[in-house]
């Protein structure tokens, strides 16, 4: 699993940069499969990923294009996805995304994910060990209806709220 420590993330953006270059060959923030959100008002950066929640909200695919893989990612087959949609709606913190013609999500590079190497300040980590799944129930009625951007933000506002009371700035 991928865990974000949202207090060592200083937004450098070098996540998604490494992400999308690896899937893509391109640095081009919307093939990223893992997309920073800064929360300038808040003064806090963080990163969305897939958490592979509990729930496995996305993989309610009407074409069976979503499985989960070896290391516990969340699988897209192109050749079976329909770009319907359904998964980006269902996840409720939009870390799966439709761009062009295709969905996006974190597939862990194959156990290697490239996001966690190119993180200096070492505010994604990898555990691959840790089969702790996260439950989203508690945040899907408050995003489903927001896009994945509005989700996005919604998600790191609210991992925000504690580590801000930490700082002393419970204004939120």
Not at 69 to 88: D, I, Q, Y
Request: aromatic share 6%; hydrophobic share 30%; proline share 5%.
């Amino acid at each position: 699993m991928i865990r974000v420590e949202l207090d060592k993330c200083t937004g450098c953006r070098s996540c998604e940069t490494a992400c999308a270059f690896y899937h893509s060959g391109k640095i081009n923030s919307r093939a990223a499969r893992i997309k920073l959100i800064q929360l300038f008002e808040r003064g806090i950066d963080g990163p969305v990923v897939c958490v592979q929640c509990e729930e496995r909200y996305c993989s309610d695919c009407p074409q069976q294009a979503i499985k989960t893989g070896a290391h516990g990612e969340v699988r897209v087959s192109p050749s079976l996805c329909n770009l319907c949609r359904k998964c980006e709606r269902k996840c409720p913190i939009g870390a799966i995304e439709t761009f062009g013609e295709l969905t996006y999500v974190c597939d862990l590079c194959g156990g290697r994910p490239k996001c966690v190497a190119a993180c200096t300040e070492g505010a994604i980590v990898y555990q691959p060990q840790q089969n702790v799944a996260v439950s989203l129930a508690e945040i899907r009625s408050s995003t489903s209806k927001m896009t994945p951007s509005e989700k996005r933000r919604f998600y790191i506002a609210r991992q925000a709220t504690p580590l801000r009371k930490s700082w002393g700035r419970d204004d939120d």
